[in-house]
């Protein structure tokens, strides 16, 4: 009896933080993913460069917050196919990429202990009436 006990934990706990490691990872994915999306929406409805980018960055840090994940783990990259960007017909492009930590690390992030890094890019027309 006791070493079927000893065995079935030995053999489920590294099962069960195998699931809760790919979770986190789906849900750096689904965070990304809406990250990259509403920054680029957020970007092409701004009116100047400046509030651009800065409503860009806060809508990656909502998405973040959302997940659970802490916004510095997530880097804003956008990029445009004209000059000036918030031209009318400029396509806009986010890419947000997010390195997933570690589940129950007790370790910094910034050590650099991570599960993974997952990207998602989003391409957003600047429309011609905002």
Avoid at 12 to 21: A, G, H, Q, R, S
Avoid at 78 to 93: I, Y
Avoid at 121 to 129: K, L, S
């Amino acid at each position: 009896m006791v070493e079927f006990v000893f065995l079935g934990v030995l053999l489920l706990v590294p099962v069960v933080y195998f699931v809760i490691t790919v979770a986190a990872l789906q849900g750096a994915s689904f965070a990304a993913t809406g990250a990259a999306d509403h920054a680029v929406k957020s970007f092409a409805q701004a009116t100047d460069d400046g509030a651009a980018s800065a409503a860009a960055e806060a809508a990656v840090a909502v998405a973040m917050a959302d997940f659970g994940l802490a916004d510095h783990s997530a880097r804003l990259e956008l990029t445009c196919d004209r000059s000036p960007c918030l031209q009318a017909g400029a396509a806009v492009r986010a890419v947000v990429r997010v390195d997933v930590p570690l589940p129950f690390s007790p370790v910094e992030p910034r050590f650099g202990l991570t599960v993974g890094r997952v990207e998602a890019a989003a391409t957003q027309i600047v429309g011609r009436f905002r």
